[in-house]
């Protein structure tokens, strides 16, 4: 099956994955209707604001669609930040608390644990927790021993920023879903 990426561009930071996938050699469409979502393969929920964008994919219809594609595993979901709180409301196994590392002024920037991937860089913005994780995820990076990537069937989701450190390899990886 041939690949289509795109990214959610309903609201957040889409320009920066757009970039990231451009270095890649990695073509993309930026999803913003309910057409756009035809022959989607991969799609990044970007980080921004989950309730903005909760409420964008209700009012211009595109919820139900969205919601249907990645629940039968048409899609394979990059979430990110915001992007993992909507994609717990699509059906990643586990809860969030959102926020709960603090406001913007909490901002931060931290190594973190990865087998996976060597040497990542964690950029947490208003980031929210995972605060109970299914036994059929799989944790592929941690904090201070807290989860923070977490992979579950086509869902990639992360509550830190790949896009602002940089970090290809999670691009790589998800692109081979
Ligand atoms: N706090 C935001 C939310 O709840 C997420 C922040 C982010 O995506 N950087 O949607």
Same mark, same amino acid.
């Given at each position: 099956m041939t690949k289509k990426v795109g990214i959610l561009a309903l609201q #957040?930071?889409?320009?920066?994955?757009?970039?990231?996938?451009?270095?890649? #050699?990695?073509?993309?469409?930026?999803?913003?209707?309910?057409?756009?979502?035809d022959g989607i393969t991969h799609l990044i929920l970007p980080g921004g604001e989950s309730t903005t964008m909760t409420k964008l994919l209700k009012l211009f219809g595109m919820w139900d669609v969205l919601e249907q594609k990645i629940k039968n595993q048409e899609i394979?979901?990059? #979430?990110?930040?915001?992007?993992?709180?909507?994609?717990?409301?699509? #059906?990643?196994?586990?809860?969030?608390?959102?926020n709960a590392y603090g406001g913007q002024q909490?901002?931060?920037?931290?190594?973190?644990?990865?087998?996976?991937?060597?040497?990542?860089?964690?950029?947490?913005?208003r980031a929210p927790k995972f605060t109970?994780?299914?036994?059929?995820?799989?944790?592929?990076?941690?904090?201070?021993g807290e989860p923070v990537a977490i992979e579950d069937r086509n869902f990639l989701v992360m509550i830190f920023h790949p896009e602002?450190?940089?970090?290809?390899a999670i691009y790589e990886y998800f692109l081979k879903k």
């Open positions: #957040g930071a889409v320009a920066e994955h757009g970039k990231m996938l451009e270095k890649i #050699g990695q073509s993309f469409v930026l999803v913003k209707t309910k057409k756009d979502l394979m979901v990059l #979430g990110i930040c915001a992007g993992a709180i909507l994609s717990q409301r699509f #059906g990643l196994q586990v809860e969030i608390d959102r909490h901002s931060f920037s931290t190594n973190l644990e990865s087998d996976l991937f060597p040497s990542l860089r964690g950029i947490f913005i109970k994780v299914s036994d059929d995820c799989c944790i592929l990076a941690t904090y201070e602002l450190s940089e970090y290809y």
